[in-house]
């Protein structure tokens, strides 16, 4: 066989070969398990970026608001809870895993509004410049967290539809990859609303029960 003819074969075959891996999905199912792993690790940061605000946070509401012991013991275990758990890629295929992670978080953020919603009794938090300074980087943190989380969900979700979808379903469970866990959505709407607390506005008055 002339050296032409046989790299005219060597290329047949390796165009032949990337049509098949193309057409049965596997480049497709590795190109959105990176895309996932890219917005997990996106996920994690900005989950790590608003546990590393929280201790501050916490000094400085102690500092003006101690008789809060329980709202800020309850943000303190919530973190603690949240950090034990090893956000590893593994996790990514462990759906009790990934659902305790999602818990935890949950639990972390509920605690810290219920912190937040308590400095509007102290005047002299409320305008304390650190914890000004804190609340806006925390409300920045939780806007950069829903962001995270809307382009993971969406890239699982993809990933999702091709490895139930054929000929790539086929490839899938040649390879191994299975249906990966996701955010649950049911809440997805209350959690894209970060925490805030209006420093400005009084509570509204009480109103006057109709005279019988």
Not at 38 to 63: F, H, M
Not at 120 to 149: C, H, W
Request: include cysteine; proline fraction near 6%.
């Amino acid at each position: 066989m002339s050296r032409r003819l046989l790299t005219a074969t060597m290329i047949f075959t390796t165009l032949a070969f990337t049509s098949m891996l193309s057409g049965c999905g596997y480049n497709t199912l590795q190109q959105q398990d990176e895309q996932i792993k890219a917005n997990w690790s996106d996920v994690v940061n900005q989950y790590q970026r608003r546990a590393d605000l929280i201790p501050n946070l916490v000094n400085t509401v102690k500092g003006y608001a101690q008789q809060e012991k329980s709202v800020l013991v309850d943000v303190t275990q919530a973190r603690a809870r949240a950090g034990s758990i090893q956000a590893t890629p593994a996790l990514l295929n462990d759906p009790k895993a990934f659902h305790k992670f999602e818990q935890a978080q949950g639990q972390l953020t509920g605690a810290l509004s219920r912190l937040l919603v308590v400095s509007e009794r102290y005047p002299d938090l409320k305008s304390n410049q650190n914890f000004l300074d804190l609340q806006a980087q925390l409300e920045g943190t939780e806007n950069r967290i829903t962001v995270a989380r809307h382009r993971y969900i969406n890239a699982v979700a993809a990933y999702n539809v091709t490895i139930r979808s054929f000929p790539s379903n086929l490839t899938a469970k040649a390879m191994g990859y299975t249906v990966k866990p996701n955010f649950s959505v049911q809440n997805e709407q209350q959690i894209s609303k970060p925490p805030t607390v209006d420093f400005g506005a009084p509570a509204p008055a009480p109103t006057a029960a109709p005279a019988q």
